[in-house]
């Protein structure tokens, strides 16, 4: 159980283009999604909170106008890169909150903007 | 303000050998502790977690971990390591509640040595 699934895994897009990534429970429903960003060699960075039927809640720094997020229902999330550039490009990773203050990851999605 | 260190950002041992990666948490009120496992371009993995139940919690892999509150430590540990456990190690903490945000360490880099 608690499997989290990501779409694209991969995504290779031009500067100035808008790219969506897709977070999905698959077998429980996720009232909370969180998304995060990871450089080479790093830990994760929180870069939202989203909560299903509301708006997210953004780390500060964190643009909300660049960074797009959607949590339509309780197993989908997504995140749009709006814009993209190339400092854009990153490995961008979503979880879903499970009952005991666990996150469950998904398999994380590789952003190159040219 | 609460946070995790992580001593050793690369750790190598041989195989067969004890496994020890060291986690310290700073806290005013009982926290709930992870170790999480990411592989190179894959999301995270939960290994095991200590939500206030049993001091020695027995995860996926045959690793384990120890709650010391005294010590405010939460120590991975595995017997005999294997080569498949070379591995990006991540310790976490969340004070309470699916909705609550992972704070997480900065990670250590385990090497098996053949």
């Known amino acids: 159980g608690a499997v989290v699934s990501q779409h694209p895994s991969w995504v290779i897009c031009k500067s100035g283009t808008s790219v969506k990534i897709e977070c999905r429970s698959l077998?429980?429903?996720?009232?909370?999604m969180f998304w995060y960003r990871q450089f080479p060699k790093q830990s994760l960075m929180l870069m939202a909170t989203?909560?299903?039927?509301?708006?997210?809640?953004?780390e500060q720094g964190v643009e909300k106008d660049k960074f797009l997020i959607n949590h339509a229902s309780l197993t989908l999330s997504t995140l749009t890169v709006t814009s993209a550039h190339p400092e854009d490009s990153s490995f961008y990773i979503c979880s879903a909150a499970g009952q005991e203050g666990e996150q469950y990851f998904g398999p994380g999605t590789r952003l190159t903007v040219t | 303000a609460q946070s995790v260190t992580q001593l050793g950002s690369h750790v190598s041992v041989s195989e067969g050998a004890l496994v020890l990666l060291r986690c310290n948490y700073s806290?005013?009120?009982?926290?709930?502790l992870f170790w999480y496992v990411q592989y190179p371009n894959q999301g995270l993995q939960l290994l095991l977690k200590y939500t206030s139940a049993a001091t020695l919690v027995k995860g996926i892999n045959g690793f384990e971990a120890e709650f010391k509150k005294s010590e405010t430590s939460f120590h991975l540990t595995k017997p005999s390591a294997h080569m498949s456990d070379a591995a990006e190690y991540f310790c976490a903490v969340t004070y309470g509640g699916a909705t609550n945000k992972l704070i997480f360490g900065t990670g250590t880099l385990l090497a098996v040595q053949p």
């Open positions: 989203s909560n299903e039927g509301s708006k997210a809640t953004y």
């Open positions: 806290s005013s009120v009982p926290p709930y």
């Open positions: 077998d429980f429903q996720a009232t909370t």
